[in-house]
């Protein structure tokens, strides 16, 4: 598989294990209020009742419409976040920069979320590409995020781009995944610009 990015691009500022860097649980949003909402927005307008979600890098909070949805799988690097997080069915714990094939079933989700966490992926291509394969036809990922990070664990593609190359990045990675890139949704009028990129699996 070719690597979106290359050995300086995945570069970390804090190369210590990621896993010891998420030990201790932080209950808030990573995005002001403005964004969440939107996120939520964007979420009801694309979903449906009985989806099955797959709520990528996730933490306490997943910021689903309240929707009947038939099963949510939650993922994230703190297990304590994730216990607090009512919308999910069940979760998992993992670290994606060190294992990055998911223990999920082909065709498995409606939908993908990745909200506010992609600038941490060190082998999204790889990542990407699972997500393809979980999706079922028809499904779609929507990654989001804004201009907060943590910085010394972001990727240093990440951190030398503006946001709208990173939202050209995310492409990228739509592109490596076998994915293709439907929309990118853009609202800046808030302090946390809003940014997110659907994809969905190509036929």
């Not at 939520?40 to 797959?54: I, Q």
């Not at 909070?61 to 069940?90: M, R």
């Not at 076998?178 to 610009?193: F, H, K, R």
Request: proline share 5%.
């Amino acid at each position: 598989m070719p690597q979106v990015l290359s050995e300086t691009d995945r570069m970390k500022v804090d190369n210590s294990d990621d896993r010891s860097f998420y030990q201790s649980p932080r209950f808030v949003t990573h995005a002001d209020d403005a964004f969440c909402s939107r996120l939520t927005e964007l979420y009801a307008s694309v979903m449906s009742p009985g989806d099955r979600v797959f709520d990528a890098m996730s933490s306490w909070v997943s910021f689903l419409p309240p929707l009947s949805f038939d099963h949510v799988v939650g993922h994230g690097l703190n297990q304590a976040e994730l216990e607090a997080n009512e919308q999910l069915d069940e979760f998992f714990v993992q670290n994606f920069n060190t294992e990055q094939t998911l223990p999920l079933e082909d065709n498995q989700f409606d939908m993908v979320c990745c909200a506010l966490s992609v600038q941490y992926l060190q082998y999204p291509g790889e990542i990407f590409t699972e997500f393809e394969r979980v999706l079922a036809p028809g499904g779609r990922v929507i990654v989001s995020f804004t201009n907060r990070m943590f910085p010394t664990k972001a990727v240093r593609a990440w951190r030398m781009r503006s946001m709208d190359e990173r939202a050209t990045l995310v492409e990228e990675y739509l592109t490596a995944g076998g994915l293709a890139q439907t929309e990118c949704v853009v609202d800046q009028s808030g302090s946390d610009p809003f940014y997110a990129v659907i994809g969905s699996p190509i036929d």
